[in-house]
């Protein structure tokens, strides 16, 4: 494996995955989080997230093909989760609920929406199968593995740093942005429904 395939691995992996546009939703989903459980929420997104990714990376589309699903309509299913989150950001349906329910009774967004779709959604994993498939031997797909877990890092990093975010937006700042990132969710979770229906051959 040359090293021209590691950068457009790495270049694939960051701009599907895309760890810039992922910092603003996890300060919007968690603003009301305590800087501890941010923490814990990002580090145990991350950790759900990498298992996914590698477990696709090693088993590739067997996994899917293993249980009948078709990267297809793994991609329109993910897009339907997508789009509840994005309804929910748009209306504050989840700020409503966490005032209404006490801390034990607070769902966990580490594993959805932020492990998944968000961080290993039908794109990356997609990419992951993809990429895998151009390797040679388990070195290679071991050092994609490393360069996957890199991206993953560098998204770790940016969710440590939404709390600054949320102290510079503020709480009006994040309730906009909430909304508008909302609406860029509704949009990528359609996009993902017309990707599948389109990779089934039905548009």
């Known amino acids: 494996m040359d090293t021209a395939f590691l950068i457009s691995a790495f270049v ?4 599907v995955i895309d760890p810039l546009g992922l ?18 929420i990002a580090l145990r997104s991350i950790i759900i997230a990498a298992s ?30 997508l789009f509840l989150t994005a309804l929910e950001m748009l209306f504050e349906r989840r700020t409503k609920r966490r005032e ?11 594993i959805f929406p932020l492990a998944t779709p968000l961080i290993a959604g039908p794109g990356s994993i997609a ?20 360069v996957m877990a890199f991206v993953l890092l560098l998204v ?7 709390g600054l975010l949320s102290r510079l937006l503020g709480t009006t700042g994040i309730n906009v942005t909430s909304r ?5 969710l509704a ?7 017309l990707d599948g229906l389109a990779q089934s051959g039905l548009i």
Not at 12 to 15: A, D, K, N, P, S
Not at 127 to 146: D, H, K, N, R
Not at 187 to 192: E, G, K, M, T
């Open 187 to 193: 949009a990528l979770s359609v996009q993902f429904v």
């Open 12 to 15: 694939t992996l960051f701009v």
């Open 52 to 81: 996914v990714l590698t477990l696709f990376a090693v088993a590739g589309e067997r996994v899917l093909n293993f249980v009948g699903i078709s990267m297809a309509a793994f991609r329109i299913a993910g897009g339907m989760l």
């Open 180 to 184: 508008l990132l909302g609406m860029l």
């Open 100 to 110: 209404d329910q006490t801390d034990e009774e607070r769902p966990d967004p580490s």
């Open 156 to 162: 770790l990093t940016l969710f440590l740093s939404a």
């Open 23 to 40: 910092l603003p939703i996890f300060a919007a989903i968690t603003h009301d989080d305590s800087a501890a459980q941010r923490r814990a």
């Open 127 to 146: 990419s992951i199968i993809l990429l895998t498939g151009q390797t040679t031997s388990w070195a290679e797909t071991g050092l994609l593995i490393l």
